[in-house]
């Protein structure tokens, strides 16, 4: 078990990188915690919405990040990834195992979701929901199965770490719901297979809303939730331009196992027809198809079909003990400290990978000249310049934060629009950095009110005339 739970996480720590934009306004959020001992409650890493109300709702994950990059450097974020991994592909196992009698049978299964799941290996907070979401799949389907209710008890637990980890605990409720929907509906509805009474998974999911609430903004954090709900369900620009949040292109074989796992679960599902578990799959499916960042879903849901479906063969269980389970993660994680020491993973080799990607060199320019701003940049840089400039920019990943009209604003200009020049952060901008091919680097390059001071192959830098 060592080495299936080690087996993921090590193929992910030798492809990982830091160079994901992202992950360094995470860190500089986890260190701006440290330092005010608080969250913060408006933003204060850019100029353009200066003052403007924002909730750090991933703060946990920040704070786990940036103790990482404290202790380890650059390399703490690669550990991140490859622990989560880990502890993902044993929490899949554990679930599968428990509907599944077949060892090899549960293995495949396992191996078959962790590999579906390769585009999602990355330094972000939704590998605690895939994780807190697999923990409490498991518990459901067995509860509903046995009818032992009292695993239930785990889930106002696994809720309060995940509202404070990641904004997708919401999926987790909408799931628990469904579940209490069936214990309903089962008194008069043969076809639902639940044994738990509605008491227990009402209580359960009144528990876990209440858990949602001990978080730094209360009951707060749900308009985040419902933000961001309504600009994806309006398809707006930052669908455009967030390439997670879109449709699945299917160019990848981890694309095309996602579309297995939901095709083989509808016709295991299709055996024996179940409401939990239909109204499950169907929730899984349109939201993994709708957005590649939920493509877990239907990996993790279609895993738990297929296992609880398929007939085994072998007429004994392989039992697996608390402590043999308990010993098999901890070798796993030992296993995968000595792999990123075998694979020479380290601060060098890390930033040496940032250097080819992100503007590493023009920021060290800036830097020496004490270019003053305010900064001009890139969507897609902007979360990396909060970290190593130190200078509040004018746009970053914070898709939902920033809202459509100012990203197709961005967006417009990067492209040199005709009306690029009008737009009213550029004009204000006493720095630009700006990645080397995009169009708006070109028409730079003859304007009058700005003058180019550094250019490598990845980004320029223009600075304001004066």
């Given at each position: 078990?060592?080495?299936?739970?080690?087996?993921?996480?090590?193929?992910?720590?030798?492809?990982?990188?830091?160079?994901?934009?992202?992950?360094?306004?995470?860190?500089?959020?986890?260190?701006?915690?440290?330092?005010?001992?608080?969250?913060?409650?408006?933003?204060?890493?850019?100029?353009?919405?200066?003052?403007?109300?924002?909730?750090?709702?991933?703060?946990?994950?920040?704070?786990?990040?940036?103790?990482?990059?404290?202790s380890q450097g650059l390399v703490?974020?690669?550990?991140?990834?490859?622990?989560?991994?880990?502890?993902?592909?044993?929490?899949?196992?554990?679930?599968?195992?428990?509907?599944?009698?077949?060892?090899?049978?549960?293995?495949?299964?396992?191996?078959?979701?962790?590999?579906?799941?390769?585009?999602?290996?990355?330094?972000?907070?939704?590998?605690?929901?895939?994780?807190?979401?697999?923990?409490?799949?498991?518990?459901?389907?067995?509860?509903?199965?046995?009818?032992?209710?009292?695993?239930?008890?785990?889930?106002?637990?696994?809720?309060?770490?995940?509202?404070?980890?990641?904004?997708?605990?919401?999926?987790?409720?909408?799931?628990?719901?469904?579940?209490?929907?069936?214990?309903?509906?089962?008194?008069?509805?043969?076809?639902?297979?639940?044994?738990?009474?509605?008491?227990?998974?009402?209580?359960?999911?009144?528990?876990?809303?209440?858990?949602?609430?001990?978080?730094?903004?209360?009951?707060?954090?749900?308009?985040?939730?419902?933000?961001?709900?309504s600009r994806l369900a309006t398809?707006?620009?930052?669908?455009?331009?967030?390439?997670e949040v879109q449709a699945i292109?299917?160019?990848?074989?981890?694309?095309?196992?996602?579309?297995?796992?939901?095709?083989?679960?509808?016709?295991?599902?299709?055996?024996?027809?179940?409401?939990?578990?239909?109204?499950?799959?169907?929730?899984?499916?349109?939201?993994?198809?709708?957005?590649?960042?939920?493509?877990?879903?239907?990996?993790?849901?279609?895993?738990?079909?297929?296992?609880?479906?398929?007939?085994?063969?072998?007429?004994?269980?392989?039992?697996?003990?608390?402590?043999?389970?308990?010993?098999?993660?901890?070798?796993?994680?030992?296993?995968?400290?000595?792999?990123?020491?075998?694979?020479?993973?380290?601060?060098?080799?890390?930033?040496?990978?940032?250097?080819?990607?992100?503007?590493?060199?023009?920021?060290?320019?800036?830097?020496?000249?004490?270019?003053?701003?305010?900064?001009?940049?890139?969507?897609?840089?902007?979360?990396?310049?909060?970290?190593?400039?130190?200078?509040?920019?004018?746009?970053?990943?914070?898709?939902?934060?920033?809202?459509?009209?100012?990203?197709?604003?961005?967006?417009?200009?990067?492209?040199?629009?005709?009306?690029?020049?009008?737009?009213?952060?550029?004009?204000?901008?006493?720095?630009?950095?700006?990645?080397?091919?995009?169009?708006?680097?070109?028409?730079?390059?003859?304007?009058?009110?700005?003058?180019?001071?550094?250019?490598?192959?990845?980004?320029?830098?223009?600075?304001?005339?004066?």
């Open positions: 078990m060592a080495i299936l739970f080690a087996g993921p996480a090590l193929l992910a720590a030798h492809t990982a990188s830091a160079n994901d934009p992202d992950v360094f306004w995470h860190l500089r959020t986890g260190e701006w915690i440290l330092q005010h001992h608080a969250v913060p409650r408006v933003d204060p890493f850019s100029w353009t919405l200066a003052g403007k109300p924002w909730q750090a709702y991933s703060w946990l994950f920040e704070l786990i990040v940036f103790k990482l990059f404290q703490g974020i690669v550990t991140y990834t490859s622990a989560m991994v880990a502890a993902i592909t044993a929490a899949l196992f554990f679930m599968i195992k428990r509907l599944q009698g077949d060892f090899s049978v549960a293995v495949v299964i396992t191996l078959a979701a962790a590999a579906s799941l390769a585009h999602l290996y990355m330094p972000r907070p939704w590998m605690f929901t895939i994780l807190f979401f697999t923990l409490e799949l498991n518990i459901l389907m067995q509860a509903r199965r046995t009818g032992r209710a009292r695993e239930l008890l785990w889930l106002p637990l696994i809720f309060a770490l995940w509202a404070n980890t990641h904004i997708e605990f919401v999926d987790g409720l909408l799931v628990l719901g469904l579940a209490f929907a069936e214990s309903i509906v089962a008194r008069w509805w043969t076809a639902a297979e639940t044994r738990v009474p509605p008491a227990w998974m009402g209580g359960a999911l009144l528990a876990s809303i209440l858990a949602t609430l001990a978080n730094p903004y209360g009951w707060r954090v749900y308009s985040v939730v419902l933000d961001y709900s398809g707006g620009s930052a669908l455009s331009m967030v390439s292109p299917f160019r990848s074989f981890p694309d095309f196992l996602i579309l297995l796992f939901g095709s083989a679960a509808a016709l295991a599902w299709n055996r024996r027809f179940s409401p939990f578990e239909s109204c499950l799959l169907l929730f899984a499916v349109f939201e993994s198809f709708h957005s590649q960042r939920d493509l877990w879903l239907t990996a993790v849901v279609g895993a738990a079909i297929l296992a609880s479906r398929i007939v085994s063969s072998q007429t004994t269980s392989v039992r697996v003990s608390g402590l043999a389970a308990a010993l098999a993660v901890l070798a796993a994680g030992i296993v995968v400290l000595a792999g990123l020491r075998v694979m020479r993973v380290n601060d060098a080799l890390l930033q040496t990978q940032i250097a080819t990607t992100l503007p590493a060199n023009a920021v060290k320019a800036i830097q020496a000249n004490a270019y003053a701003g305010p900064l001009y940049d890139d969507y897609n840089w902007g979360g990396y310049l909060i970290w190593a400039l130190r200078m509040p920019v004018s746009m970053d990943g914070r898709a939902s934060f920033y809202g459509d009209q100012r990203i197709t604003r961005s967006l417009n200009t990067w492209a040199g629009q005709p009306d690029w020049a009008s737009d009213p952060d550029l004009k204000s901008a006493g720095i630009v950095i700006a990645p080397d091919q995009s169009a708006l680097t070109q028409l730079l390059w003859t304007d009058p009110h700005f003058q180019l001071v550094y250019e490598d192959k990845i980004a320029a830098v223009f600075i304001a005339r004066k």
